[in-house]
């Protein structure tokens, strides 16, 4: 799989807008938060399967971060105006993946947040991203988000016919990906810890 995996990372690597440091839905062109973070965990990835990875791009990533964060230690998509919880998840994932301090004044600021507001259950996008954000984190943190998203996803899986295994969902992207879409968020949430 190496030679697979090194050039995936390459065409990563020469896909990062050399503008702003983002990936675009096109090679090289803008893009946003929501892009930036599937790259940025790709990244680290490689980085902990040995594949080399330019310094560069992540320091591209951490420049567009730059350039969407607000002063709350919030993440917008494209600007910090545009700043919402899912992005803010995102936004701190790819910090603390890019070894920012977990007590950067700005990032544990939004944790706490994020900790206080809870698991969103209308938002798998966001609770996917919150909870690699809490598991990074540690702490009580960490103890009180898994156990209200383990046991609410554990609790909300159907249990009936062709559905049983699966998940509906109330996701603002639920009609575009169904129960699929749900279904692949709610495991990829309870596998954090690998």
């Given at each position: 799989?190496?030679?697979?995996?090194?050039?995936?990372?390459?065409?990563?690597?020469?896909?990062?807008?050399?503008?702003?440091?983002?990936?675009?839905?096109?090679?090289?062109?803008?893009?946003?938060?929501?892009?930036?973070?599937?790259?940025?965990?790709?990244?680290?990835?490689?980085?902990?399967?040995?594949?080399?990875?330019?310094?560069?791009?992540?320091?591209?990533?951490?420049?567009?971060?730059?350039?969407?964060?607000?002063?709350n230690g919030?993440?917008?998509?494209?600007?910090?105006?545009?700043?919402?919880?899912?992005?803010?998840?995102?936004?701190?994932?790819?910090?603390?993946?890019?070894?920012?301090?977990?007590?950067?004044?700005?990032?544990?600021?939004?944790?706490?947040?994020?900790?206080?507001?809870?698991?969103?259950?209308?938002?798998?996008?966001?609770?996917?991203?919150?909870?690699?954000?809490?598991?990074?984190?540690?702490?009580?943190?960490?103890?009180?988000?898994?156990?209200?998203?383990?046991?609410?996803?554990?609790?909300?899986?159907?249990?009936?016919?062709?559905?049983?295994?699966?998940?509906?969902?109330?996701?603002a992207h639920?009609?575009?990906?169904?129960?699929?879409?749900?279904?692949?968020?709610?495991i990829m949430?309870?596998?954090?810890?690998?």
């Amino acid at each position: 799989l190496e030679p697979a995996a090194s050039n995936a990372i390459k065409f990563i690597i020469n896909a990062q807008s050399q503008k702003n440091g983002s990936w675009g839905y096109d090679p090289g062109t803008e893009g946003d938060t929501s892009i930036l973070g599937w790259q940025v965990m790709a990244l680290k990835s490689a980085v902990h399967a040995d594949i080399p990875v330019n310094p560069n791009s992540v320091r591209g990533a951490n420049a567009f971060l730059d350039q969407v964060q607000a002063g709350n230690g919030f993440y917008g998509y494209q600007s910090p105006q545009d700043a919402k919880p899912s992005t803010t998840a995102i936004g701190l994932v790819c910090r603390m993946l890019s070894g920012v301090s977990r007590e950067e004044p700005r990032l544990k600021m939004a944790v706490e947040t994020l900790s206080a507001t809870g698991p969103d259950p209308g938002n798998m996008y966001y609770n996917y991203y919150a909870t690699q954000v809490l598991r990074q984190y540690g702490g009580p943190q960490w103890t009180r988000w898994n156990e209200l998203m383990r046991d609410g996803l554990v609790n909300s899986q159907s249990r009936n016919g062709h559905e049983t295994g699966s998940w509906a969902g109330r996701d603002a992207h639920v009609n575009d990906g169904g129960r699929l879409y749900v279904t692949a968020l709610s495991i990829m949430t309870l596998e954090v810890y690998y």
